[in-house]
C-alpha cells in the first residue's frame, strides 16, 4: 500500500485531506453516495441507463467516502481508476474490487455509447426508445442495482463502521 500510496502522491493523484477541509469533503461525499442511490432507484423505470449511472456513482462516492474516512486521503486525478487503485491497494477482497471494477466498466460502457452517438449525431434514444430495448435495460438496471450497488454499499458501509 504505502508504495503506490506514495507514488500516487507523487503523481498528485491523490493527497492527504488539509484537516480544515476533512468535515466538509466527509460530508459531501456521505450525502453525494445517499443523493445518487436514491436517483438512481427513482430513475430506474422510466430512465434505466441513468439509473445504471447513478448507481456507480453512489458506489464511486462511498469509496472515495471510505478512502477519506479510514486514510485521510483525497483522490484529485483520473478519479475513477485512481480510485480503483487507491481501494486496491488497501483493502483485499477481491469480490469487493470486482464490483467496483463492474460498476466502472457499465458506467464507462454507458458513457461510450452517449459519445459515440453524439460523435455520430445520432440520438442513442432512437435505438434504446424500442420497447424491447427499454425493457432489456430495465432489467439490468434492476440486476445491476441489487446485484452489484446495494451488495457493494453495505460491504464499504460495514467497513466505514
Known amino acids: 500500500m504505502v508504495n503506490l500510496i506514495e507514488y500516487l502522491i507523487k503523481?498528485?493523484?491523490?493527497?492527504?485531506i488539509n484537516e480544515l477541509e476533512k468535515e466538509r469533503y466527509i460530508n459531501f461525499l456521505d450525502n453525494s453516495y445517499k443523493d445518487n442511490l436514491e436517483?438512481?432507484?427513482f430513475s430506474i423505470n422510466k430512465f434505466p441507463r441513468w439509473?445504471?449511472?447513478?448507481?456507480?456513482?453512489?458506489?464511486?462516492?462511498?469509496?472515495?467516502?471510505?478512502?477519506?474516512k479510514k486514510f485521510n486521503i483525497k483522490i484529485d486525478f483520473e478519479v475513477?481508476?485512481?480510485?480503483?487503485?487507491?481501494?486496491?491497494s488497501i483493502i483485499h477482497e477481491e469480490d469487493l474490487i470486482n464490483l467496483i471494477e463492474e460498476g466502472?466498466?457499465?458506467?464507462?460502457?454507458?458513457?461510450?455509447?452517449?459519445?459515440e452517438a453524439k460523435k455520430e449525431r445520432v440520438k442513442v434514444q432512437y435505438y434504446t426508445n424500442?420497447?424491447?430495448?427499454?425493457?432489456?435495460?430495465?432489467?439490468?438496471?434492476?440486476?445491476f442495482l441489487e446485484k452489484t450497488v446495494i451488495v457493494y454499499l453495505n460491504r464499504i458501509e460495514e467497513l466505514l463502521k
Open 11 to 16: 503523481e498528485k493523484k491523490i493527497s492527504k
Open 39 to 41: 436517483h438512481c432507484k
Open 51 to 68: 439509473s445504471i449511472i447513478s448507481g456507480y456513482y453512489s458506489m464511486h462516492d462511498i469509496t472515495k467516502l471510505f478512502i477519506a
Open 80 to 88: 475513477h481508476s485512481t480510485t480503483i487503485k487507491v481501494l486496491r
Open 104 to 115: 466502472y466498466n457499465k458506467f464507462k460502457s454507458l458513457a461510450s455509447d452517449l459519445n
Open 130 to 143: 424500442t420497447s424491447f430495448m427499454k425493457e432489456e435495460y430495465i432489467t439490468k438496471s434492476n440486476i
